[in-house]
């Protein structure tokens, strides 16, 4: 599409405004673009491109040995996007490495398309799920269910609209809404607010809110839910066999309260729902029949999504080479059948990490060609989809020409992104998140004496290294203790920790489970079995007992999905953070540690509550911990 069409198609109206008295560009509106248009003057191809997103998130220049972290703009990838007239890519933490850079690469990326401006998206959800590698990283969605604060919730998704905002990027591919009611979950656990349809609702609606305040397009993930799932679809096909009834109660709650406040883009689950679509398929895998999954389902997302639950925005997949789609469907028939079933943007349809990797795309873009040319993708389809997307990028003001100059973007952008303001914030909701789940003999506070020693283990070293940080950061006294660490990953108990237990005074030990697997015989778990395979449980138990038999003050911090403190059933303090990453080139990853250190040594007061129920380990139908379990430190009674 040329500029002349471009202009005469859809923004004669805006400039004419702008041009009245002097006027800055207004931002674009429905009223003043007219998106109808646009998409009649736009050949086929245009259309096409609108509809997929690649990343390129390392690239292999002509002339150069291997891929490496895509940073800088450059001609080869500007040529793919402006030949497959490309509607927006993704980028990853590979892509987003230093602020400044940051927002040269994104005014590089909407130089190569300056007739229709790309989405330029990204997964900054906050907490684990974090690519910025400069920006403020938050606590994350389960501490903010612990929090029980909506207007955390509201400032978690301004912070993150305002730094993605001054870099250039304009679509956040959060927050998740996903009910996380499955304590074996692998791949979202802290990532949901809580295992309650109603606080995840509240929290998903708030952090919306936020992001829109920065005219960020706010996407919720995973439809229709991957909250129930014991299978990370990143690597297999997960099933979800609940009914239609419990799917409308729980699974699809926050969807509805997200659509009903006007979300602006909705990502599908590479998830079965037999309940509204048990259609099978025969798997490119292994010749096996499948069902499909709620991304290929036009059931789920035309007959469910669209038809029954209202939504008229932007359907995107999430990606398009997860091993649950690419190993089953293939390349080029996951990417039509996504778009026959009702997706409008077809995301990470085909890998191009150079332009020796461009015929991927190729092959993918001319088979949604052909699949519109032979009517089995209807032209009325596309154009509806097309429809939605400008309409988005009208609203959120990216099809509104930015002058800005680049110079200027990046003096915005070193000002804005993880500031003082934004990091303060940050530290405030990471410490009332934190959850003291038991405190027997009032073992919290720790209240070191000068020169007694602190032992701290946890299983990597970027975590210790937080610990150990955060530690020699308190205030008054504590300063003046002797601290030491040490990292357990994948090692089993043995003499030179049991004698650095010996040397301590205080012991604290986080651990990090993803998913409980204890070695458990006739209802006991067994700490006997030492072998490093089961590192995750059983260093920390033996740490746990060691201590506990020296009489050492110890404390057990939960690092990741809180269901691992049924594993230490016996200590007398436990505490959870909902966060594990520690302290790497130079700065800390992630609240969560360093709050968590606070608490133990009474620098700030525990306020959270449980937002999921912990089952016991050693009796799993039995709950351990109920959801709005969490304790005052002072008084050891349950917080109101």
């Known amino acids: 599409m040329n500029k002349k069409k471009w202009v005469s198609a859809g923004l004669a109206a805006v400039l004419a405004v702008s041009a009245f008295a002097g006027m800055k560009p207004a931002k674009a ?23 997929l997103m690649p990343d390129f998130r390392n690239w292999q220049k002509q ?109 956040n591919f959060g927050p998740a809404v996903d009910v996380n009611n499955n304590p074996g979950n692998p791949v979202i656990g802290v990532r949901s607010f809580s295992s309650s349809p109603e606080l995840v609702s509240k929290l998903g609606i708030q952090t919306i809110k936020g992001l829109q305040s920065q005219n960020m397009a706010a996407t919720t993930k995973h439809f229709p839910g991957h909250g129930d799932t014991a299978v990370d679809s990143h690597y297999g096909l997960p099933l979800v066999s609940h009914d239609k009834e419990r799917l409308r109660s729980v699974e699809l709650v926050p969807f509805q309260k997200a659509i009903d406040a006007g979300v602006d883009m909705m990502m599908t689950a590479h998830v079965q729902f037999p309940a509204f679509d048990d259609t099978t398929y025969i798997s490119k895998k292994d010749g096996q029949e499948i069902m499909v999954p709620a991304t290929l389902s036009k059931k789920v997302l035309t007959g469910l999504l669209r038809e029954e639950m209202g939504f008229d925005g932007v359907i995107v997949t999430d990606a398009l080479n997860m091993k649950a789609i690419a190993d089953n469907f293939g390349q080029e028939e996951a990417v039509v059948l996504a778009l026959k079933s009702g997706v409008d943007i077809a995301l990470m349809p085909a890998q191009v990490n150079s332009l020796q990797m461009e015929g991927n795309l190729s092959s993918v873009f001319n088979a949604v060609k052909e699949a519109i040319e032979t009517g089995d993708l209807p032209i009325e389809q ?47 909701m990471a410490e009332d998140a934190v959850t003291l789940l038991k405190n027997e003999n009032k073992t919290l506070p720790f209240k070191p004496k000068k020169n007694d020693k602190v032992l701290v283990l946890a299983p990597f070293a970027d975590q210790v290294e937080a610990m150990t940080r955060s530690i020699h950061e308190l205030s008054g006294k504590n300063k003046k203790i002797s601290v030491s660490g040490y990292a357990f990953s994948g090692k089993s108990f043995n003499e030179e920790v049991a004698a650095m237990i010996d040397e301590a005074d205080y012991v604290i030990t986080g651990s990090y489970v993803v998913k409980n697997d204890p070695a458990v015989n006739d209802g006991v778990i067994d700490d006997s079995v030492q072998d490093s395979s089961k590192w995750a449980t059983a260093f920390p138990r033996a740490v746990m007992k060691d201590a506990h038999n020296k009489d050492k003050e110890f404390v057990l911090m939960s690092l990741r999905n ?40 009474g620098e ?13 380990v050693i009796n799993p139908d039995q709950i351990l911990y109920q959801l709005g379990h969490g304790l005052d430190i002072r008084s050891g009674k349950q917080l109101k």
């Open 562 to 601: 809180p269901y691992d403190a049924a594993n230490f059933e016996e200590a007398d303090a436990v505490l959870a953070v909902y966060g594990f990453k520690g302290y790497s080139n130079g700065a800390y990853r992630q609240p969560n540690i360093p709050a968590g250190i606070r608490t133990i040594f």
């Open 29 to 51: 509106s429905a009223e003043t673009i007219d998106v109808k248009a646009i998409v009649e003057n736009m050949t086929v191809e245009e259309k096409v491109g609108q509809m």
């Open 382 to 428: 596309v154009n509806a989809s097309v429809e939605r997307i400008l309409e988005l990028k009208v609203k959120r003001g990216i099809l509104t020409p930015d002058n800005t100059p680049i110079e200027e973007k990046v003096e915005n952008a070193l000002n804005v992104v993880g500031n003082k303001d934004h990091l303060k914030k940050e530290k405030k």
């Open 63 to 171: 002339g150069e040995s291997k891929a490496t972290g895509f940073t800088v703009m450059n001609e080869e990838v500007g040529s793919i996007i402006e030949k497959y007239h490309l509607g927006g890519v993704i980028l990853f933490a590979e892509n987003v490495v230093g602020t400044e850079q940051t927002a040269r690469l994104t005014d590089g990326l909407q130089k190569a398309s300056p007739d229709l401006p790309l989405f330029i998206t990204i997964d900054q959800e906050g907490g684990i799920v974090t690519r910025l590698q400069t920006g403020t990283n938050l606590p994350g969605n389960m501490a903010l269910g612990a929090a029980r604060n909506e207007k955390y919730a509201y400032q978690t998704g301004e912070i993150i609209g305002k730094e993605l905002s001054s870099l250039g990027i304009n679509v």
């Open 604 to 616: 700030s007061k525990p306020n959270g509550k449980l937002p999921v129920d912990i089952p016991s």
